[in-house]
DNA sequence: CATTAATACCACAATGTCGGAGATATGAGC
DNA sequence: GCTCATATCTCCGACATTGTGGTATTAATG
């Protein structure tokens, strides 16, 4: 099962398109969620999507700015698609009929 | 911040209406999640929301049915429709703008 | 008192969270 | 061009919160 932020982390990946790193995705929450998240909840969450298997990764080359160092990339794999599909399927069923505000219409 | 399975078991307490129970709300849950749930799990949630004020209960009277311990019957606090909508919409902001299957409309 | 329906408890697994250590790039100054 | 200060990003380890199933317990009915 898909926890909670495991869902808003691939979520994020998605939505970084094919350039999604860890620092990206912890803006990316950040400004949709209104919520703060921590760099390391970031890094542990994708570590275990890695680990399951719905996620992959590869190092990029260095970039233009100042410094720092290389950028892990992330990727969704088929498995991680489909499972994110389910949850939200899921919640799209649960919150149907249900008054505004609440329904993920 | 809620987990995955309490907003499941939030959802089901608002499509039960007033009459919202243990075993009714795991029936809810499997019908719309497609998954499998324990009573013991579903308790256990129950349990914690209340602890942390989210919800309220109370105990039925007796029903016409053949036996059985009375029920313990559900209902949101005002608190926790309120964390329900928050999650719910940063789900929605997370989703908009992805392809079909994945927008939570 | 046997049976049935429901709730409560407990232990363990999986997720969530954070802070700080470490790695690796850039650019400034000499 | 070397060195070093600094910026940016990743990794690690510890602990808190949530998720789960199994089993026990309670309370009603005939």
Known sequence: MLGEFEQLVLLA???G???AFGAGIQR???DHGGRRV???AVYTT???LE???LVEAWVGEPTAER???RRRHYRLRAAGRRELEHSLATLRRMTRG????LEVP
């Open 13 to 15: 990946i998605l939505r």
């Open 17 to 19: 398109g094919t350039d």
């Open 28 to 30: 990316e929450i950040e």
């Open 38 to 40: 921590s760099l390391g």
């Open 46 to 48: 994708l570590g275990r």
């Open 51 to 53: 680990q399951k298997g």
């Open 67 to 69: 410094g720092g160092r």
């Open 98 to 101: 249900l008054t505004p505000g």
